[in-house]
């Protein structure tokens, strides 16, 4: 698998952490999930694996963004 290197401005990558670690002590803190988010999650686990997005794919879509 060929590596490629994509710059992204501090500024952007450090509001990516600080929004992800904000994520996270929200999901610690707030313990089970909801109906909704459970009805959510089994709809997501049953999608089959061909309908799926792969890496590359995402990392396409973050760029034309």
């Known amino acids: ?3 490629q290197t994509v ?16 994520i996270k002590n929200a999901l610690l ?3 089970a999930l909801t109906d909704w988010a459970n009805n959510e999650l089994k709809e997501a686990r049953e999608v ?3 309908e799926l997005l792969n ?4 990392r396409q879509l973050i760029l034309d963004a």
């Open 1 to 3: 698998m060929k590596t």
């Open 7 to 22: 710059a992204v401005p501090r500024d952007d990558l450090t509001q990516l952490k600080n929004d992800v670690a904000l």
């Open 55 to 58: 890496s590359k794919e995402v």
């Open 29 to 31: 803190d707030e313990g």
């Open 48 to 50: 089959p694996d061909p």
